[in-house]
């Protein structure tokens, strides 16, 4: 007997807003793949619209959290916008949690660049060049 996975709509503030359909219902962003174990231990998730970037960036945040075993990520195809995250846990852990506190954390790191970014930027201290035609 196999348990109801829950649905996933995980999104950046932002891009809640822009991943709605025609209805005003949301789009799904991430998919558990076939083949998943039953507690959730062990899985393939595919997020969309998402490509290396995403993929190499949320591959590491994961290998940082010691009770994941093993995360890989793939691009299935070149012309699709989809990855796909395999996560594997330590002690029957849920992988939707790491993935979901990875997600945060990544969110979180960039949050953190771009505010020091911004602060640079307004202290005006970095060189300007200008382009002579």
Not at 35 to 41: K, N, Q, Y
Not at 59 to 64: A, F, I, Y
Not at 95 to 104: D, K, R, V
């Amino acid at each position: 007997m196999s348990r109801a996975l829950p649905k996933i709509f995980l999104a950046t503030k932002f891009e809640r807003s822009l991943h709605l359909d025609i209805m005003g219902e949301p789009i799904k962003k991430i998919n558990i793949m076939k083949g998943h174990e039953p507690d959730l231990s062990a899985a393939t998730y595919q997020i969309y619209d998402e490509t290396h970037t995403m993929g190499n960036a949320l591959r590491w945040m994961l290998m940082k959290n010691p009770k994941v075993e093993f995360c890989g990520y793939s691009a299935p195809h070149p012309s699709e916008n989809i990855i796909q995250v395999r996560i594997q846990m330590y002690d029957k852990l849920s992988s939707l949690t790491a993935l979901t506190e990875a997600l945060a954390a990544l969110d979180s790191l960039c949050e953190s660049v771009e505010g020091a970014y911004k602060e640079s930027l307004a202290l005006g201290n970095y060189e300007r060049w200008d382009e002579r035609s």
